[in-house]
């Protein structure tokens, strides 16, 4: 069955310190793989997408995640934590092929900045 | 990236009323999705839009339930029927418009059933 785990419901951080948000999916054929992030009251902004070749993506605000393919994750890293990035992050994993469809969204991880 | 905008953007409604969702989008797209964000939840999908056919709905949803429509390529609505404080949620639309199937959203709507 396809599926999205995100082992982390709620981490928290200090400003400036290093994050990490895990990642790990189930899919049948090779996937298409975003991180979202959504602000309290608002809807689900893009920040990063890995479809294929360099396994190490950017995205806006400072993000990059990894994907590891031996490992089936595909994990959101940001070196140092500003007290904006407090949000719900999620996971997806979508089709790579025609007809494009639905992504499957992980449960979210969300973040919280001490500072 | 599509630009997509949503009305109302929140609503409180009473048990056993219906609400429609319009979703809008700046662009021509193929595919467009509603999805149910409950309470502390993630994203689940309810029905895939295409533009004249009829929508296609996941498993638990119902076409009785939440009928939508695709009059062109830029516009879609769904409609909570017959509410019940169970369909309290955030109500969010999406186009699959990117060369790489991204996915961009909607505000959303934050429905309150009373």
């Known amino acids: 069955a396809q599926s999205v785990t995100q082992p982390d419901i709620h981490i928290t951080v200090s400003e400036g310190a290093s994050l990490e948000l895990r990642c790990n999916y189930s899919?049948?054929?090779?996937?298409?793989l975003f991180w979202y992030v959504q602000s309290p009251g608002q809807g689900l902004q893009l920040l990063l997408k890995?479809?294929?070749?360099?396994?190490l993506v950017q995205g806006i605000k400072g993000f990059e995640a990894e994907f590891k393919r031996s490992q089936s994750s595909f994990n959101l890293r940001k070196p140092s934590v500003h007290w904006s990035d407090a949000a719900e992050y999620f996971c997806?994993?979508?089709?790579?092929?025609?007809?494009?469809?639905?992504?499957?969204f992980g449960k979210g991880t969300k973040l919280s900045v001490k500072p | 990236s599509a630009v997509i905008s949503q009305k109302p953007s929140r609503d409180i409604c009473q048990r056993g009323t219906s609400l429609t969702i319009q979703c809008q989008v700046d662009s021509q797209v193929t595919m467009m999705f509603w999805y149910r964000q409950q309470p502390g939840q993630s994203l689940t999908l309810i029905a895939t839009a295409n533009q004249g056919s009829e929508a296609t709905y996941e498993s638990g949803f119902v076409i009785d339930k939440f009928p939508i429509s695709r009059p062109n390529l830029t516009f879609s609505t769904l409609t909570v029927s017959n509410m019940s404080p169970e369909d309290s949620s955030i109500y969010l639309c999406?186009?699959?418009?990117?060369?790489?199937?991204?996915?961009?959203f909607g505000p959303g709507t934050r429905l309150t059933v009373l």
């Open positions: 890995y479809f294929s070749g360099d396994t």
């Open positions: 999406s186009t699959g418009s990117g060369s790489y199937n991204e996915q961009f």
């Open positions: 899919y049948g054929a090779t996937p298409y």
């Open positions: 997806a994993v979508g089709p790579n092929r025609a007809p494009r469809g639905n992504l499957i």
